[in-house]
Every structure is written in C-alpha cells, then in structure tokens.
C-alpha cells in the first residue's frame, strides 16, 4: 500500500471514530400540542403539594407545567439515542449521541434546535440504587460547633421559640452528599423518614451518596443535628440531587440544575439550596463575561427565576471570585427573583473571598449574608474508588456554607408564618438585615435576624401596635430614644428591651400594662454608630424593631 493510501485509510479512521463518538445535547421541541395531558387536571402530572403551593399563592399552572410530548421523545430515540431527562420550562429533552445522529435528529419536523452542551459520555441507562447504613457512625473527631453561626441569624432564638423547619420541605443541588446516608450528623433524617427524594442528574447512577464532599458539608449548614453542630432547620424534610460534575465544567450543569429544579417543583419542595455557580468553563466557548450576569442571560438565571415564579424560594450562594480577576457573583446569583448570599467572619467584616455586585445591569447583590468565613462543616474522607471512610467536623470558608444558612433560615421564618407567599418571605429576610438601611453591593442587606423577619417589622419603626406606638427619632445620635405610646393600655405586663447586634442587653424595663405612660424616654449608656434591636414583648405579643445609631 503506498504512502498516499496509508495517509487516507488513517484520515478516514479517524473521522469515523469522530463521528461516533457520543457527546451529550439538548434537543428542543416545538410544540406541546399532543402531549396527553391538561392543565385543568393538574394532579396528573403534579404531586398535590405542589399543586397546594400554587392554589395558596393563585399561581396559575400553564402549558409551561406540562410535560414534554413522550412521543416526540420517542421518536427521537429510534434514531439509536440514548435519551435522559426531559425539562418541561423549556420543553427539551437531554441525549447522548453521534454527531451524525445528532444532525439527522436536528432534521426531525418537532424539533427546534439541537444544542451541543458537554463533551463525551457520563449518563447510565441503567440507575442503580443506594444503601443506609444500619447503624450510623459517630464523626472521627468534632472540631468545631455552629453557635456562633446560629447566634448571628438569630437562629438559636429561632430554634427555641420552635421553628426548626418542621412540615417545609427543602432541596439541595450540589456535587455529591457522601457519608450523609452513614453519619450521625443525618441520622434523624432517616430515622424519621424525612428524605423525601433523591436524583442523581450528573450519570443518571441513582446513588447519591457519592462522588464529591462539597454537598455534604454545604448540607451539614441546613439538617445537621448532632453535639453543638446543628443546622439551621434540621427538623425539615429533605430532596437531595446531584448535578454539578466535578470532573469537568460545561453547560450541561446548568441544565442539570434546571432538571433539578423542576424535580424539586413537582415535588412541591419549599426552599431551594444551590452552593453553585457558573462563569467559566472547560469548553472556553460556553464562557461567559460579566455582562452576562444581568440574570436574563444564562440558562440556569432563567432557570432560578422560573423556580422562584412556581413559589419555591431560590437560595443561591454569590460566589468565591473576591479575590480573582472576575470578583462578581456567579450565574444564578444574578438572577432576579431569588436570595444571593454572600459571607462576612464572625465580626460581620465580608469575607475577603465573597463575591460582589451589582448586577450587570446595576441590581443590589448578594441580598445577604451569613458566616462563611470558617463556618462549621461536616466532611467526609473518601478513599480512591469512591467510599467514604472516615468523617470529621470541621470549619470551611465560602459562600457555599452561608447560602444553606439562609436556606434553612427562610424555611423556618416561612414555616413561622405559613400564609406569607415566597417573595413576602424573601423581602422580610433582607429587610431584617443588618444593612438594610443601607444596602450596596458587598453586603447587600447585610445579615438578616430572626426576630425582625419573622414579625416582619418596618424599617420606620411605626405601625407597630395598631398604628399607637412610634419611635423617635430613628436613626438617632443621642444616646436615647423616646417611645410614643399615646393612650396605647395592654392586660399584663409590657417588656422592653434593647440589644446590640451580638445581643447583649444595654436596657430592659417591665411596665405594668395599664401604667403605660404617653411617653417614655430610654436613656441609653454610650453606644456605638451601628443597629441595635427594640423588643416589645407581652405574653401575647413580641415585636422587635430596629434602631441606628449615627
């Protein structure tokens, strides 16, 4: 054979071995014309709670809620393709397949478009299943504890007043949850059958108690009941998914992230957590810049602000780029309609590493912030095929421990006023915020409190008994304050107290309450510039109010 021969056989080798290599797509449908379902019966394709969800907040189910037409999916599938899981927002469909094949099913009549989102294989055709230990496992050492963390949201108040996310149900996506289903940091969860569901988006291996330690320690901040290491609502119930891969960043993690939410939306979850963020990727064409982040752009923006549309509260971390080239929030913490949450120390100072705002066109974030500068984590060693192996309790930075704070934070101040729809939610939290007066885009909000959210207390500090009690002046320089009661006259007795920020008492008072008098000046010892709290408190009524000192 000559060389010319030799030369040809080897080009066309390697372009049959090109063309039959498998890569992963979204193939996009046009219609939903036939789908055999309808949205006036809901329940077919809806688990009643989600369908509670949105009768409660009058969000109408549309076309949008149907599901993709399972015979488009079939079609597609006769072509030789393995196909995975579908997204009814945007009526699609994910596949591994041939570029060949790809091309004869871009030529299908029902189909839009054919969009090439990761490179090579990953998903399995057939999932298998997980195991829980039978009896769970005491953590190697505890090095650290949560009150610290807990204290700054106020959420050690929280928890003894007895909202610790009882009846809310809460979703995590994240790169893997190992040692979750073995340690007793999570015992309880299965011990009270409060795992709801799990999914494994990234390889379809239905185990997720695996791969990577990020989503256990990030889930550690939210169910965590163990010693002193508690979460923030450990006493929720739980949809754990798997849908970042850490072995390679391409777009399909942003579509897994919208399969995941769509998952957790028919589940009828509560409260979304996503420790995750998307700016650069191994395919340097997915790139995106920071004119990008708008939250209109990227698919998985689009794809919280849907989330958060349907009634669930999105709850995404900032982003660790403080200190890099980019130093702006990360994809979907642009997005519009959810909580981006950013991290400051234990001395409410932002972390050097927290990701900042605005928006690329100008909105205030993060929204808030908790401790992610060494924030207490449950991590688990894992041994070079995968298993877990030992596990300790330990401290992490990053925003990917303050966001699930706020996650579980938000569904104890919703459980705590279960009539609030999620964006009454959202807004009480960032106006209980330490920054609330003031927000920009290093804080946002600032860091939120308990006892301020979940009364859902003005910023004024009027309307605070049936519109009988004003504070003045707020902000104040003086080192006092005076209370307006007018002819406010209440059965018992009246508490008052003030608080600084660590929650020290700097003055507290009983008043019978029929003694009220129409005025009451508090002469307070010299303070410092900064917010301080007014409690009110009967043994009927708490109100808390925030004051600033300039």
């Known amino acids: 054979m000559g060389r010319n021969k030799v030369l040809l056989s080897c080009l066309m080798l390697v372009a049959m071995l090109i063309t039959s290599a498998q890569d992963r797509y979204m193939v996009f449908f046009s219609d939903k014309a036939n789908v055999g379902y309808s949205i006036d019966h809901p329940e077919e394709f809806l688990t009643s709670r989600a369908i509670a969800r949105r009768e409660k907040h009058g969000i109408a189910i549309t076309e949008q809620d149907l599901p993709v037409d399972q015979n488009y999916i079939n079609q597609v599938a006769d072509k030789g393709v393995d196909v995975f899981f579908s997204t009814k927002w945007f009526n699609g469909v994910l596949a591994q397949m041939t570029a060949s094949q790809a091309t004869s099913v871009g030529q299908l009549s029902f189909v839009d478009s054919v969009v090439y989102i990761a490179g090579g294989t990953r998903l399995l055709t057939t999932p298998g299943t997980y195991t829980v230990a039978e009896t769970f496992l005491d953590p190697e050492s505890v090095n650290s504890n949560t009150e610290v963390q807990l204290a700054m949201l106020g959420a050690d108040d929280m928890h003894e007043d007895g909202f610790e996310g009882q009846g809310m149900m809460i979703a995590v996506f994240d790169s893997g949850f190992p040692g979750v289903n073995k340690y007793k940091p999570f015992e309880h969860i299965f011990a009270e059958d409060r795992l ?26 939210i169910a965590s009941d163990y010693l002193d290491v508690i979460g923030t609502a450990p006493k929720a119930s739980f949809v754990l998914c798997v849908t970042e891969d850490v072995k390679s960043e391409y777009w399909i993690e942003e579509y897994n992230w919208l399969f ?26 997915m790139d995106y810049t920071y004119e990008d982040m708008n939250g209109q752009n990227t698919l998985v923006a689009k794809a919280a602000n849907i989330a958060s549309q349907k009634g669930m509260i999105v709850v995404v971390s900032a982003g660790n780029e403080g200190n890099g080239s980019w130093k702006y929030i990360t994809s979907p913490g642009d997005a519009k309609d959810i909580l981006t949450v950013g991290s400051v120390t234990s001395g409410y100072n932002k ?24 924030a207490s984590i449950f991590n688990a060693s894992l041994s070079t095929s995968g298993e877990t192996t030992s596990a300790r309790i330990t401290t992490g930075n990053g925003t990917s421990f303050s966001s699930p704070q706020i996650a579980g934070f938000a569904a104890a101040i919703w459980q705590a006023n279960p009539e609030w729809t999620n964006e009454e939610v959202m807004e009480s939290i960032r106006m209980s915020g330490t920054s609330s007066l003031v927000p920009d885009s290093l804080y946002g909000f600032g860091v939120p409190k308990y006892r301020l959210a979940v009364n859902g207390a003005t910023i004024d500090a009027v309307d605070v008994f049936e519109d009988k009690l004003k504070v003045y002046p707020n902000p104040f320089s003086e080192d006092k304050v005076t209370l307006d009661f007018g002819d406010l006259k209440l059965k018992g007795k009246l508490e008052i107290l003030i608080k600084d920020m660590e929650g020290k008492s700097i003055y507290h008072n009983k008043i019978d309450g029929q003694e009220i008098p129409n005025n009451l000046e508090i002469a307070i010892d010299p303070t410092v510039n900064g917010v301080y709290f007014l409690i009110l408190r009967t043994k009927r009524f708490n109100k808390t109010v925030k004051l600033v000192k300039i």
């Open 260 to 285: 995941a939410a769509e998952f957790a939306d028919s589940l009828g979850v509560d409260v979304i957590n996503g420790s995750l963020g998307y700016s650069t990727f191994s395919d340097k064409n």
């Open 196 to 221: 709801v569901a799990t999914r494994d988006f990234i390889a379809n291996s239905g185990n997720v108690f695996q791969y990577n330690t990020h989503g256990a320690s990030v889930f550690s901040n």
């Open 351 to 374: 972390s050097s590493f927290s990701s900042v705002g605005p928006t690329a066109d100008g909105r205030i974030k993060p929204d808030v912030c908790a401790m992610g500068t060494s």
